[in-house]
């Protein structure tokens, strides 16, 4: 007798209690399997969001925002107060007290440039946030875009799927009916795997862009492009001027900024620095206050104020930190110089590439892409009726489904380019 274990579920039978104990295993099966088929539908702007809002290289630049504020607040540090107290016979025989207090102050020129350099770098760290945010919008843009290009691929790669199946399909049966030769069989059918292995292709390409954007997201699970693949509008200014707003460009400049700055703040340090005292003290013994000898105890206090300047005796050293900012804060404009002058090269470059693919979006829109479907439907009617044979059908598929592919990866570079004249604008 076999056991109820290995009988088919329609062949078993349960009592109520191991009906319902069934019943409740696959409930908690559903409820807690591994949500590894769960997917995540987002559109162009939830991806860009998101990915801000998660991204860990966003939130790295944020926190030195953070740092370089707090930085700053120790730009006016006057370092500690001295305070000293002294007991013994320092005027007399007497036991007496002294209390001084004194603190060192950097010459007010020193100070403000300090003060300067902690908003300089404020700034600096504000303005590298927006320069990454820039290069994390223009990753998720490009890979949403490219996942919309894989997408449509896909839709025309299933539509040659089942125009060569069914052309494999008629060839097996016109060679079966003797009214073909072996070769129109076999081209057909080699055509149709042919197709069916750009399709896996692409279906792999699909899961690693699909993982790429999920990788810049930080999501938990998949994320699938729910747009669709259509012509990117151009940014409303494209002049050699909006490169000003590129973000990258400009935190190089700041750089130049905080550089001539620190170069500053070391020219000022060799200025003495102020120091301010007071002192309270008791001086035990006769003191001649009005012609009279008078006797003081230590109840008695006397009170003063101290002002001097510590001057640098040896000031070598501090400047050779001064040429040494000077040569940093040439390097560092050299290094923006030729960044503003690769930016200008790359964005004439991304503008020539930008009309070429203008260009040829527009033969592909104008004509190409209707006779490519005109080629389609009259070399399918004149194959079934036998006014053409297979290999001029075969070419006509070819030229026609040719043609449609071109024009998906035509508008995915022009869509490309056009992302990247926004990345090079910083208009993310």
Avoid at 195 to 214: G, P, Y
Avoid at 304 to 333: C, N, S, Y
């Amino acid at each position: 007798m076999k056991s109820l274990l290995t009988l088919p579920i329609g062949k078993r039978k349960f009592s109520p209690a191991q009906l319902k104990s069934y019943w409740l295993v696959c409930l908690i099966t559903v409820l807690f399997s591994p949500p590894s088929w769960a997917q995540q539908y987002v559109s162009l702007e939830q991806a860009v969001q998101t990915a801000l809002q998660n991204n860990l290289g966003i939130k790295a630049a944020a926190y030195q925002v953070e740092y370089f504020r707090e930085v700053k607040k120790t730009s006016t540090d006057v370092g500690k107060l001295s305070a000293l107290w002294m007991h013994g016979q320092y005027n007399s025989i007497y036991q007496d007290n002294n209390v001084t207090l004194l603190q060192t102050i950097p010459f007010p020129t020193a100070l403000s440039s300090q003060l300067q350099l902690g908003k300089d770098q404020v700034t600096g760290a504000e303005i590298n946030l927006q320069s990454v945010r820039n290069d994390l919008v223009f990753e998720v843009k490009s890979v949403y875009y490219q996942l919309l290009y894989l997408e449509s691929l896909k839709k025309l790669l299933q539509s040659q799927d089942s125009l060569y199946s069914d052309f494999a399909k008629a060839s097996t049966t016109r060679y079966s009916a003797g009214e073909s030769k072996w070769l129109e069989k076999t081209t057909a059918e080699t055509q149709w795997m042919e197709v069916q292995n750009q399709e896996r292709q692409n279906e792999s390409d699909i899961l690693i862009s699909e993982t790429h954007l999920q990788a810049l997201l930080k999501s938990e699970s998949a994320v699938v492009a729910a747009g669709v693949l259509s012509k990117r509008e151009l940014p409303p200014e494209m002049d050699a001027a909006s490169l000003s707003g590129n973000p990258h460009l400009n935190y190089l400049k700041q750089q130049v900024v905080i550089s001539e700055q620190a170069r500053k703040v070391e020219g000022n340090r060799i200025l003495p620095d102020i120091s301010v005292g007071y002192f309270i003290q008791s001086l035990t013994g006769l003191q001649n206050v009005n012609g009279q000898d008078v006797f003081f105890n230590r109840s008695k206090h006397f009170q003063g104020f101290e002002l001097g300047l510590a001057i640098p005796l040896w000031v070598t050293p501090q400047l050779a930190k001064v040429r040494a900012a000077a040569r940093h804060e040439d390097m560092i404009q050299k290094n923006a110089e030729y960044y503003q002058t690769t930016l200008t090269s790359a964005y004439t470059q991304a503008l020539q590439e930008l009309d070429k693919n203008l260009s040829s979006l527009g033969y592909y829109e104008s004509s190409a892409l209707q006779n490519a479907g005109l080629i389609l439907q009259q070399a399918h009617k004149a194959y079934k009726s036998g006014e053409i044979g297979y290999l001029e059908y075969l070419q006509s598929l070819k030229n026609a489904i040719g043609i449609k592919t071109n024009y998906l990866q035509i508008l995915n570079q022009y869509n490309q380019s056009v992302l990247k004249i926004e990345f090079l604008l910083g208009k993310f």
